[in-house]
């Protein structure tokens, strides 16, 4: 993959952060925290039914994509045990003897639940198509696939506002499930010459055992990283109200640019480095990204620390937390990537129960911080917890791809992030001044520079290169 490729890769998930941001303040403003929080409760459970059908064969799509021939074949040997059990699924909730939007949303609505059932599959077709797009280093057609559906969402709310349409959750739900729809439809036509030959295609048995043995310990491991990253806003359902979780879930979209990031190097890595190592690369060549993802953690952080301040100018008074919550959410996005860089190697020599129990362990101490944290500080208390079980899962798949793959050199990453998290979590407890937060982070981005010149002149040399 080139450099022109990664950018177009990149094209999806900057435009869908902006997209983000400038929908993010219009929604806040038309639409109740509470009803933001039930929005977060959707997109809570499109994660979860995406993690609990695909059975972690998405990933074994991305792992063995370049070492089949028959791809047809492979993209429906991954495709159909989760289409199976996701039809049963959806049909076994008609019988429910209770409602499942006033479990998830407070409200007692055949519509809403109806809207639900529909969002499911088309979010289920759509993360496979776009996952081919992506291994066929499409980077164009992938990014619009993420680009789309903020791009019509926007526009819906826009529309809303313009002929005065009534700021309730339906229609913040149907605004939903319109952009998604439309962008199921797009992947199903461009898509259209790998999934019509995999009607047909011969599935290898032998081959999909061993996905699906591959994929066992991923389905364990996704469901307790669902958990990990859904936790808090189930906590925040139960023991606070969706007024707290309407500000947590504002906080969290305010990392839009650490989201970027980890959108960018998570669909770029995988593939890059899979290839690498099937082509017999030198893997030492990890340890140089590696470099360059913590530098752009630590860049990432600090920036979103100097301009915190700016959120409280574009947002309702009701969100005033947001601008210190939001340092310590960024914690989620930028350590998963970096663990991304750090833990490849349990990718690399498929011991993936490394990272199921990498998401475990985070997750029962995520468990325990949100139960002892949100009774006393709401929001706050839920971004402390996320970012301390962050920090132990990334740890854990550091340690684990070190002793099972290549080591790296570790005590400045872990230095690094303690010392980022423990002034998020200090800004997120004390109300300390604007200009005290600004001079704080601003020196974290001083010593950055000064910690890695070579990285920072290398990029500047291909900048100016790229000039010329």
């Known amino acids: ?50 993690l609990l059908f695909g059975l972690g064969l998405d990933q074994a799509y991305v792992r063995e994509f370049h070492e089949v021939e028959d791809r047809p074949a492979l993209l429906k040997a991954v495709f159909a045990p989760g289409f199976l059990m996701m039809t049963t699924g959806l049909s076994a909730l008609i019988f429910l003897p209770w409602s499942l939007s006033d479990l998830l949303f407070g409200i007692d609505s055949t519509l809403l639940t109806g809207l639900l059932i529909a969002v499911i599959p088309i979010t289920f077709f759509s993360h496979f198509f776009s996952l081919v797009l992506r291994m066929q280093e499409k980077g164009l057609a992938f990014s619009m696939s993420q680009l789309f559906p903020k791009l019509i969402f926007l526009m819906i709310i826009v529309g809303y506002v313009w002929f005065g349409t009534e700021a309730i959750f339906e229609n913040l739900m149907m605004a939903n499930l319109l952009s998604l729809l439309a962008v199921f439809l797009i992947l199903t036509w461009s898509t259209r010459k790998d999934w019509v030959p995999a009607l047909s295609a011969t599935i290898d048995k032998t081959k999909q055992r061993q996905m699906i043995f591959y994929a066992i310990p991923l389905i364990g491991s996704g469901v307790a990283f ?21 500000i947590y879930s504002i906080s969290v979209s305010f990392s839009a640019a650490a989201l970027v990031l980890q959108a ?45 301040w700016m959120v409280t100018y574009i947002l309702p008074p009701e969100y005033v937390q947001v601008q210190y919550i939001l340092l310590a959410a960024m914690a989620y996005p930028l350590l998963y990537t970096l663990s991304e860089a750090t833990g490849i190697g349990i990718g690399i020599t498929r011991k993936t129960m490394y990272s199921m129990v ?111």
């Open 226 to 246: 669902w958990g990990l990253t859904a936790m808090d806003k189930f906590f925040l359902r139960s023991l606070s109200s969706f007024e707290e979780l309407g």
């Open 358 to 468: 990498a998401a475990v362990v985070a997750l029962v101490i995520n468990a325990v911080g949100n139960w002892l944290l949100i009774p006393s500080y709401g929001a706050a208390g839920a971004a402390m917890a996320s970012a301390i079980a962050f920090f132990v899962f990334f740890t854990i798949r550091t340690e684990a791809s070190a002793r099972l793959w290549q080591s790296v050199k570790r005590v400045k990453i872990y230095a690094s992030l303690i010392v980022m998290i423990i002034i998020s979590i200090i800004i997120n407890l004390i109300a300390i001044d604007n200009f005290f937060i600004v001079l704080i982070y601003s020196s974290i981005l001083g010593l950055s520079v000064a910690g890695y010149p070579n990285q920072f002149k290398n990029i500047f040399k291909y900048i100016i290169k790229k000039a010329n």
């Open 1 to 50: 993959m080139n450099i022109k490729q990664i950018l177009l890769f990149s094209i999806g998930p900057i435009g869908a952060a902006v997209l983000g941001l400038v929908t993010l303040p219009i929604v806040a403003w038309l639409f109740s925290p509470e009803d933001i929080g039930r929005l977060t409760m959707l997109n809570v459970t499109i994660s979860f039914s995406l």
């Open 264 to 308: 960018m190097f998570s669909t770029v890595w995988a593939p890059i480095v899979y290839k690498m190592v099937a082509d017999g690369v030198d893997p030492h060549k990890v340890s140089n990204v590696i470099d360059y993802v913590l530098l752009a953690v630590i860049v990432i952080w600090s920036i979103a620390g100097i301009f915190s």
